[in-house]
């Protein structure tokens, strides 16, 4: 079994607030220890790290990968080689594949597949309703029996309160987890872009941020009636984050979460109508996304994804409105996420509790974190080496990225599981 000491590191730990220079012992797939000054002496290999940054790797909810149905977009091969690239030690992936992952025998494959071929951990969730049609729930405690650690229908809204009710009873009585997409479907029905002056002058069909407040507003109403666990998968406009508050602190068991492309990126970046900034749900504007970090400070919004959603070329070359939207990013979330850092909008530890931290605890993993016990998932990156990103060059199949062509700050020189090296950049 692995057994290394990780010298001249900078030690980002999320749970400690704390970024230092120090050491890390890690020893049969576990950190042993850590601390600042000389590192102990241990019949162990040394990896000099240089100053650069030694943190948790990160959980990812939200993954989308493409078996069964569409594997031409991304397999489990493919996501996990991108996922190791990008310093992702923990991918949980979700149920909209074709079939959607709603029986334990659909669930049982995919687990098999990704044992098999990604060098990263794999958790799957699975749908809430048959189908994700929200005519029916799933038999949730059969999946969780078969691992599921989650279970949602993702971008297709319960629009039938008396099933989502019955299937948030079902989830408290069994301790599941369900996530949805807080959104009021018949108003987001057929949005391509954000209400406002932008979305007039493109002439482009457009969603008001209260589409986001009154789906948001239902759930938490539903949420006290059955006292089921929820996390809302991508909060990302102001309107929406005062309910949010109140629900946290009236003491319902919620929380929420946002994209890594509305954190770095609004409504203008549309442009001339490049479908590659086309994303579900749409772009907002300047002031939601400076609203949204600020919640991530304050921890109001707890867990940053990259929402990783790959499309073929032919799916992204059409008319802004018929383009398919969702975007990769398994490789450019930390990059991305380094932009807030270098912006002084978020520093370090507060990025991992949000990409590390929280989403361990919401899922009760124990990674996540830098201390004594906890398993040997790291990535190693430099926050300061510069770049240009050429899509071409991403392990996903799919390089249907906003980022192609931008200059962005911070790559990942090393990713490990279980101490298992797993990547290192040439």
Request: glycine share 8%.
């Amino acid at each position: 079994m692995t057994n290394l000491i990780f010298t001249n590191a900078r030690l980002i730990d999320p749970e400690a607030g704390s970024d230092a220079l120090g050491w890390l012992h890690v020893a049969d797939g576990r950190i042993l220890a850590s601390g600042d000054g000389p590192a102990p002496e241990a019949d162990a290999q040394v990896i000099d790290c240089g100053g650069q940054c030694l943190a948790p790797g990160i959980v990812d909810i939200g993954v989308k990968v493409c078996e069964p149905g569409e594997r031409h977009k991304e397999s489990y091969k493919s996501a996990g080689l991108a996922a190791a690239a990008g310093g992702v030690t923990t991918m949980v992936t979700r149920p909209d594949t074709l079939p959607a992952i709603d029986t334990p025998e659909t669930l049982e494959f995919v687990t098999r597949r990704a044992q098999a071929d990604t060098p990263v951990n794999v958790l799957t969730m699975a749908a809430l309703t048959k189908g994700r049609d929200g005519r029916e729930m799933t038999e949730i405690g059969f999946l969780m029996d078969a691992g599921a650690v989650a279970f949602t229908d993702c971008d297709h809204v319960v629009t039938d309160t008396k099933v989502f009710s019955r299937a948030l009873t079902y989830a408290r009585a069994c301790g599941a987890l369900v996530i949805a997409h807080p959104q009021d479907p018949g108003l987001s029905h057929g949005a391509a872009a954000t209400s406002g002056k932008f979305a007039a002058l493109r002439g482009l069909p457009a969603v008001s941020p209260m589409a986001e407040r009154m789906g948001l507003d239902r759930d938490i109403a539903l949420l006290e009636m059955t006292g089921a666990a929820y996390h809302a998968d991508q909060i990302t406009t102001a309107r929406a984050l005062p309910a949010l508050e109140r629900a946290k602190r009236n003491g319902l068991d919620i929380t929420a979460g946002t994209s890594i492309h509305h954190l770095t990126l609004n409504e203008l970046d549309v442009a001339d109508y490049r479908t590659f900034f086309k994303v579900k749900p749409p772009l907002r504007s300047e002031d939601d996304r400076k609203a949204v970090i600020e919640a991530v400070r304050s921890g109001l919004i707890d867990t940053i994804s990259s929402m990783h959603t790959p499309q073929d070329e032919e799916s992204k070359r059409l008319p802004f409105e018929e383009a398919a939207s969702g975007a990769v990013a398994l490789e450019t979330l930390l990059p991305a996420a380094l932009r807030l850092y270098h912006a002084d909008q978020l520093d370090l530890p507060t990025l991992f509790r949000a990409m590390t931290l929280n989403p361990a605890k919401r899922l009760g993993l124990d990674c996540g974190r830098l201390s004594a016990g906890a398993p040997a998932d790291l990535v190693l990156f430099d926050p300061d080496v510069p770049f240009v990103l050429d899509r071409f060059t991403l392990k996903s199949k799919s390089q249907n990225t906003p980022f192609d062509g931008q200059r962005m700050q911070g790559k990942v020189a090393a990713t490990y599981v279980a101490g298992k090296e797993i990547f290192r950049r040439s």
